[in-house]
């Protein structure tokens, strides 16, 4: 069964700073990786998908990359601001659909 | 385009109630999901339906049943509702289930049985 972890559980960093989460899976089979966004109480937000045969996406101060034989992916936020705290989720497609349990952003302004 | 919409957003049950999460897309996507969100457990995945007609069994489906109305809409339903069934549940949606298709996600059921 695939196992997909993201360390740390929580980050609470000073405004400006880039910083970079972590997503690890254990099964390498997988057709894609996608990054989401939860604020308190509310749905997700779909920021990046990486699909197998890609090694990085980018979406404003946003990159993600996939290294599928390690079984990593990192999540890199440049410059950060007050409104990119929230929690963070990756999840992984192959034959099932597997999600990390977050890493629980804060910004302090 | 509404996106995912979920119906109730709040329910309180007692044990052994039944009750029918509602979902719908507006997206004409062809695959939806039902998942279930636990503190420390992430989200697990219920059922999906690759596509309207069929439905299959995802991580956690006991005590669960889904229905595929149609393209546009995927029921959740509690027979027989239990505490370990306190939840938020979560309805998405893809264009496919296959690589390369993000999924949109509703704003969630929050479930509490009592």
């Known amino acids: 069964k695939q196992e997909v972890t993201q360390i740390p559980a929580a980050l609470s960093v000073p405004e400006g700073e880039n910083l970079v989460l972590n997503c690890s899976f254990t099964?390498?089979?997988?057709?894609?990786l996608q990054w989401f966004r939860q604020d308190p109480g509310k749905g997700l937000t779909s920021l990046l998908l990486?699909?197998?045969?890609?090694r990085e996406q980018t979406s404003g101060r946003l990159n993600a990359s996939l290294d599928k034989s390690s079984g990593r992916s990192t999540l890199y936020i440049a410059a950060s601001q007050p409104g990119d705290s929230a929690t963070y989720l990756c999840?992984?497609?192959?034959?099932?659909?597997?999600f990390g349990t977050g890493t629980s952003l804060t910004v302090i302004p | 385009n509404a996106g995912v919409t979920q119906t109730p957003k709040f329910q309180v049950l007692k044990t052994g109630q039944s009750m029918t999460l509602q979902c719908a897309q507006d997206?004409?996507?062809?695959?939806m999901y039902w998942y279930r969100q636990d503190p420390g457990m992430g989200l697990r995945l219920i059922y999906y339906?690759?596509?309207?007609?069929?439905?299959d069994k995802g991580e956690v489906p006991n005590g669960y049943n889904v229905s595929r109305l149609n393209k546009r809409e995927f029921s959740l339903r509690l027979e027989s509702a239990a505490p370990s069934q306190t939840s938020v549940y979560f309805c998405?949606?893809?264009?496919?289930?296959?690589?390369?298709?993000?999924?949109?996600f509703g704003p969630g059921t929050r479930l509490t049985v009592t």
């Open positions: 999840a992984v497609t192959g034959n099932q659909f597997y």
């Open positions: 339906s690759a596509s309207e007609g069929t439905t």
């Open positions: 990486i699909q197998s045969s890609q």
């Open positions: 099964d390498s089979a997988i057709y894609n």
């Open positions: 997206m004409n996507h062809n695959s």
């Open positions: 998405a949606s893809s264009e496919s289930t296959g690589p390369g298709y993000e999924q949109y």
